[in-house]
């Protein structure tokens, strides 16, 4: 059954993306879509205790609750990555952005952005 989810997914993904403009988070979207022109894929990081405050103030849960779920849902990400690419999860050679936003914040990370993806707009 998952596989046959991934398929699904897949697909929707493609659909979407040959429709037009759109943002799509996560979901091996960078390897789906890759070598497109049309598209343009970013990859935010960011220090631990940094992910882990924003847990904390989004979902007003105990320090170490918060750091445990980041890093849970990290080596989920981090699984399921490889299992559909074959590939590590947040390598810069996959993205044509790599951000951090413990260094740059979330919304020098949204101007970065849109002012990649401006410069670039004949392609994308």
């Excluded at 991934?6 to 960078?30: F, H």
């Excluded at 390897?31 to 497109?36: E, F, H, K, T, V």
């Amino acid at each position: 059954m998952p596989d046959q989810i991934n398929a699904y997914q897949t697909e929707l993904i493609k659909e979407l993306a040959d429709k037009g403009s759109c943002v799509i988070v996560g979901r091996c979207a960078d390897y789906i879509l890759q070598g497109r022109e049309d598209c343009f894929h970013v990859f935010i990081t960011g220090a631990l205790p940094d992910r882990a405050n924003r847990v904390i103030t989004e979902h007003g849960v105990a320090v170490d609750v918060a750091r445990s779920h980041v890093k849970e849902r990290d080596r989920k990400r981090s699984s399921y990555y490889k299992h559909i690419t074959d590939q590590a999860w947040g390598m810069a050679a996959n993205y044509d952005l790599c951000l951090n936003s413990s260094k740059l914040g979330i919304d020098r990370c949204v101007e970065l952005i849109l002012a990649s993806v401006d410069m670039g707009a004949d392609h994308v």
